[in-house]
């Protein structure tokens, strides 16, 4: 069949009562209110507004310096570690802001998992990269419950084929896609809810690429997932909802099928067709 | 019609060819004037030093009972006795001492020569005094002189007694006072740096420190010894000449360089690494510990092997906390008086006897022997465990 | 599956998008195919009523071309599609667009039986028509089969029987021609039937073309405008050297 129609578009559901399918409305995750960051003077973000829906791949696109990846780590509060950073509006998980003063941290990056540009295992095992945070984390204690959920991570990841002979390897022996699949698995390690990707294909080549992208598709049933690329192809290729930043605002959010074919901005046509600047 | 492109090259290229020949050239000659003075400097050490490596011996019977435990001296027969070295009649009770099995017993041993003897076979001086002459040529023709691997360099004090005089005070000295430099400056040292790099605010505060620390690692050495004396032996009351209060003040010497190449260390570890374990809930100090610390570890471990590979080979500041003395004896604790290697060398180099000269010489290439160990140790710990990340 | 294109994407989601629009190009040929069966049916046995629900049914024909066509430009947009796949996504959109034009002669058929429904007819005549449309059915479902299995080589087969289809149209105008010569009267009727005649010839040049797409898709190859003989050596030059036309893409 096809693919899922997420719009509701009822025009199109008239024209194509084959696929006839009820507008699926997923629920809201996360939401976003008038977020506004600014490093010392510069504002990065001018209060935009987003709504990110469960058991869906949301790609940020935008030129560079155009706030998405700000946004991105706006999302799991990974923007605290730098210095002169002003946050200001409110995010929600599940309803909870993450900004109100008694969230902590360490805790919400637990729920919010994170892969990043570079595939960053850490210098140790295989075994160890995934093991690394249920442990501290204390979520997972006897050795035989953590070695399941090693082998149950790398097999979602779709890499316990690949390594499961030498889990005691150390993870920057793996190629570039496959330390990128580790990373996924490590973050999905901690069972997650959301998974936040910095353009995690941009230090890969095509074909480890297309084994990500593969694997985000098969990710979706279970997560939620938000990604920023570079790759205009790779957001038409994941996303279910692409939203194109600018200038720190968000110009266009809709799904990916109509703003990839028709958008309604002139900003985002341009953005997309190559005209841009 | 277009000009056809010419590839052999123009009058211009010539010229930047020849240039970058020149250039070349220079930094050859640079190279080859470094390599020499080292080459000089390391031939003339060993042409002066390698003679203190072995020494003059002499076979002779030495008889060992009541008498001679007394009169040491009536041990050997009288022929034998102006050529030897007087520290082997002083060291006769302690033989007997450690092996009562000598006493009564006469054995045939080789025995270590005077220091005129010894240089006079080595031909480092023209003349010696008949008394001792005659028996020497004697003793040669039965074929009773030889030359022997010289224990006492390693194996003995220092002494007055040039045939006797050697490192080994000086060694165990070396080795109090790296324990004490590395108990104290390591540790500081590291705290520091990691507070510094992974958790300090980076405000005025913290750059003032910054600066003041780069600062003093390039404070004279001199000043350190001034520091110590001031602070450790008159205020603490640390005791004087002690490896203590030595590996207290070269410690002040080591932490900067401590610091500053642990901080290197901790700034080459890539911020995605850390930004990958916070990602998964770690907190800061469990991203330090978990990962950028083991990833530090051999940059801090070279850092360290070479502040203390400086701080072996310090003379000035010791100079004035009275390291640079004569100790004949191993210190048997911290707060014993103690002397290091390169103060030994000094020591010796202001000896006038002629065979402190090669002593010397052979004290240097020791030292330079052991520092070339700890930076090649350093240089295999970087590689060993260097990653790319 | 054998032959071009259809290795399996890293991507499963591609691989199925692509698999849905060729089965929606296949199920639409599907319809076409009975269109014209029923169209001809209606026109041969003069029921009125069958015309009327091949009028009726070519709207789903129409609903069918935007769907998949809607489907190639989602694809185009979000896959970027090269090589196989782009030439693929290409056919399929050109391949619609005749399928559609298929679609719209029988829906021309169907009208013109209603019209002659009433008409006593010359029983040779339409036993003619009978076997036009028979071939020019068998060459629609040939094109298909040609297109789901991949094959050029019956693709060209298709485009050989356009000429046999050919001779047949003309066949059947010469005799209605002959009628119309014999009974004036005839002539308003014989024009409806030339009107259907011509609405099958057509079918069978739209076939050729499908057929042509197939090739250009398979063999990465353009054979139109270039004849028959042309478009066949074109073929086997491709078929000897490879043996294997997997490796054609």
């Known amino acids: 069949m096809r693919t899922r129609d997420l719009t509701g578009d009822t025009a199109e559901m008239v024209r194509t009562p084959t696929t006839e399918r009820p507008p699926v409305r997923q629920a809201t995750k996360m939401q976003v209110n008038d977020l506004a960051v600014w490093y010392g003077e510069t504002q990065a973000l001018h209060g935009v507004s987003m709504d990110v829906l469960e058991n869906e791949v949301t790609a940020l696109i935008g030129p560079s310096g155009c706030g998405k990846s700000t946004f991105l780590r706006c999302l799991n ?64 204690r006897k050795r035989t419950d953590m070695d399941e959920l090693v082998e149950h991570s790398l097999k979602r990841a779709g890499l316990w084929d690949e390594v499961k002979d030498r889990l005691e390897m150390p993870g920057l022996s793996l190629s570039g896609g496959q330390q990128q699949r580790l ?43 938000v990604i920023v690329t570079h790759n205009l192809q790779q957001a038409a290729r994941v996303a279910g909802y692409t939203a194109f930043f600018h200038l720190g605002d968000i110009v266009e959010f809709s799904d990916t099928d109509s703003l990839f074919t028709h958008p309604r901005e002139k900003k985002t046509e341009d953005y997309i067709t190559g005209r841009y600047g | 019609m277009t000009d056809r492109i010419s590839l052999t090259p123009s009058r211009h290229l010539k010229k930047r060819y020849r240039a970058e020949k020149r250039f070349k050239a220079y930094c050859v000659g640079a190279l080859v004037l470094a390599m020499a003075f080292l080459v000089l400097f390391f031939t003339d050490m060993i042409r002066q030093g390698y003679s203190a490596f072995y020494e003059t011996q002499i076979r002779a019977e030495v008889t060992y009972n009541e008498d001679t435990l007394e009169f040491t001296m009536d041990s050997v027969s009288e022929e034998v006795f102006p050529l030897v070295s007087r520290a082997f009649f002083r060291s006769i009770p302690r033989q007997v001492e450690n092996n009562p099995e000598l006493m009564g017993t006469t054995q045939t041993q080789w025995l270590t020569a005077k220091a005129d003897v010894d240089q006079y076979r080595k031909g480092h001086s023209e003349s010696l005094d008949p008394e001792m002459k005659a028996p020497l040529e004697q003793l040669q023709a039965d074929g009773d002189v030889g030359y022997g691997f010289n224990k006492g360099l390693f194996f003995s004090g220092d002494s007055k007694i040039p045939s006797n005089a050697g490192l080994w005070s000086a060694f165990v000295g070396t080795f109090y006072l790296m324990l004490v430099v590395l108990a104290i400056s390591f540790p500081i040292g590291v705290a520091t740096a990691i507070y510094l790099e992974e958790f300090a605010p980076d405000n005025r505060f913290t750059q003032a420190v910054e600066i003041n620390i780069n600062n003093l690692a390039a404070v004279p050495s001199i000043l350190f ?29 080591t932490l900067p360089v401590i610091i500053i190449s642990t901080r290197a260390a901790l700034k080459a570890v890539p911020d995605n690494i850390r930004q990958g374990a916070q990602a998964v809930g770690a907190s800061r100090w469990q991203t330090v510990r978990d990962h950028v610390l083991p990833l530090a570890l051999p940059g801090i471990l070279t850092g360290t092997i070479i502040g203390i590979a400086q701080a072996i080979g310090e003379t000035a500041p010791l100079l004035l906390i009275g390291m640079i003395a004569y100790i004949p004896d191993a210190p048997g604790s911290l707060t014993d008086a103690a002397t290091v290697l390169p103060a030994q060398i000094f020591t010796w180099a202001g000896m006038p006897e002629r065979s402190y000269v090669s002593l010397t010489a052979a004290g240097i290439l020791v030292l330079l022997s052991l520092l070339i160990v700890l930076n090649a140790t350093a240089v295999i710990l970087r590689n060993r465990f260097e990653r790319r990340w | 599956m054998e032959k071009v294109g259809l290795e399996k994407h ?79 996504v290409i056919a399929i959109a050109k391949t619609i667009t005749d399928l559609e034009r298929i679609g719209d002669e029988a829906e021309k058929i169907g009208r013109m039986a209603t019209h002659l429904a009433s008409y006593e007819r010359p029983k040779s005549a339409f036993r003619q028509i009978e076997t036009l449309g028979r071939h020019v059915r068998e060459m629609v479902r040939d094109v298909l089969d040609a297109f789901a299995r991949l094959d050029s080589e019956s693709a060209v087969h298709v485009a050989r029987n356009d000429e046999e289809v050919d001779r047949e149209y003309e066949g059947i105008v010469r005799q209605c021609i002959t009628y119309m010569m014999e009974d004036p009267r005839t002539i308003r009727h014989m024009l409806d039937v030339l009107w259907a005649v011509k609405a099958l010839e057509r079918i069978g040049d739209h076939s050729t073309n499908i057929g042509e797409y197939v090739v250009y898709f398979v063999e990465g190859k353009d054979v139109r405008h270039i004849g028959l003989e042309a478009m066949e050596k074109e073929i086997a030059k491709s078929m000897r050297p490879r043996g294997d036309a997997s490796a054609s893409d």
Not at chain 2, 235 to 253: E, I, K, Q, Y
């Open chain 3, 10 to 88: 890293t991507s499963k989601q591609f691989d199925a998008d692509l698999e849905d629009v060729r089965e929606l190009v296949l199920s639409m040929g599907g319809l076409v195919e009975q269109q014209i069966a029923d169209a001809v049916r209606a026109l041969v046995d003069g029921d009125g009523g069958l015309g009327e629900d091949v009028v009726r049914g070519d709207t789903e024909v129409n609903r069918m071309e935007i769907e998949i066509d809607e489907e190639c430009t989602r694809i185009l947009a979000r896959r970027a599609p090269q090589a196989g796949d782009l030439r693929l």
């Open chain 1, 183 to 225: 990373c996924i698995a490590r973050a999905i390690a901690v069972s997650p809810s959301v998974l936040l990707m910095d353009e995690p294909c941009s230090a890969l080549d095509p074909v480890a690429t297309a084994t990500v992208e593969q694997l985000i598709d098969e990710l979706k049933d279970n997560y939620t997932i």
């Open chain 1, 77 to 140: 509060r990974m923007n605290d570690l730098i210095q002169g950073v002003r946050i200001e509006g409110e995010v929600t998980f599940d309803g909870d802001n993450i900004y109100a003063p008694h969230v902590d941290v360490v805790e919400l990056r637990a729920h919010i998992g994170m892969v990043f540009q570079k595939p960053n295992p850490f210098p140790k095992s295989i075994y160890e990269n995934i093991a690394y945070a249920p442990k501290i984390l204390g979520q997972v």
């Open chain 2, 225 to 253: 010894g001034l520091l110590g004396l001031a602070i450790f032996i008159n205020f603490f009351g640390v005791p004087r000449s002690s490896a203590l209060a030595g590996g207290l003040t070269l410690s002040l010497m």
